[in-house]
Nanobody, 124 residues
């Protein structure tokens, strides 16, 4: 069941930046983990980054560590994924996901709440 709404995807040249946003209308993220996944054509959905909303703990996939940053805006109940130094291999549909736990897990199957996805395309 899709209960999250992402925005911010688009087309960017290699080396550029994009910021994705994720909001849950009518919900709060207290004691939740908010995660970002991505899925490229013909590939399985893979973990990108996650943050525990209340504690602010973060974890990143090795392929994006140092380039991507996830953060939150408490006032607007929004989580962000800032993506810098983008590469063509970052091209994918990016999804926001949430689970009611403060334990960060990287498996998509344990996240019950998902957004519709937003396309990110990085040209070389």
């Amino acid at each position: 069941q899709r209960q999250l709404v992402e925005s911010g995807g688009g087309l960017v040249q290699a080396g550029g930046s994009l910021r994705l946003s994720c909001v849950a209308p009518g919900r709060t993220f207290s004691r939740h983990t908010l995660a970002w996944f991505r899925q490229a054509p013909g590939k399985e959905r893979e973990f990108v980054a996650a943050m525990t909303w209340s504690e602010g703990n973060t974890y990143y996939a090795g392929s994006v560590k140092g380039r991507f940053t996830t953060s939150r805006d408490n006032a607007n109940n929004t989580v962000y994924l800032q993506m810098n130094s983008l590469k063509p291999e970052d091209t994918a549909v990016y999804y926001c996901a949430a689970r009611q736990s403060i334990v960060i897990l990287t498996t998509a199957a344990v996240y019950p709440y998902w957004g519709q996805g937003t396309q990110v395309t990085v040209s070389s």
